[in-house]
């Protein structure tokens, strides 16, 4: 248990402004015989869940749009408003990759429906964690149950 709860905490902070990975982890237990379906679903969780604090605190800053020390100019705020109105739901399954953390804070800055959030980011972490389960598994020669 205390090796699931160690993904757990890795998966959450990897979502996080927290510099962290949590494919080490997530590799090294798989090769040491655990459940592919059950790291999957451990990692997935956390992940997201961290994901929601990203959420969470770029909702929070938006409160602060108005304020005259708020980083983003308004016409910056106005391009990336239209940016994301365009592209950026969709740009949410790519959550999981290098930098989105960030598509996670503007989403939470601009706003986007929680459930649709959820919805995107719950499909890209987990198939992000199935995908490394799946090549984990392939390379290490072991069984993806």
């Known amino acids: ?34 459940s592919a379906w059950s790291l999957v679903l451990v990692a997935s969780v956390g992940n997201v869940l961290g994901s929601c604090v990203t959420y969470g605190l770029g909702r929070w800053l938006g409160h602060f749009r108005d304020h005259p020390r708020f980083p983003i100019r308004p016409a910056q705020l106005a391009r990336a408003e239209a940016w994301f109105a365009r592209w950026g739901l969709w740009s949410l399954l790519l959550s999981w990759a290098p930098g989105g953390d960030l598509l996670v804070a503007v989403a939470g800055l601009l706003r986007v429906p929680l459930p649709l959030f959820l919805a ?20 290490f020669g072991v069984m993806a149950g």
Do not use: H, I
Not at 7 to 34: Q, Y
Not at 120 to 139: C, I
């Open 1 to 34: 248990m205390l090796a699931l709860s160690g993904l757990f905490l890795a998966a959450f902070l990897a979502a996080t402004p927290v510099p962290f990975n949590s494919e080490l982890v997530f590799l090294g237990l798989l090769a040491g015989g655990w």
């Open 120 to 139: 995107l980011v719950t499909l890209a972490k987990t198939a992000r964690y199935a995908a490394l389960a799946w090549l984990g598994a392939a390379a």
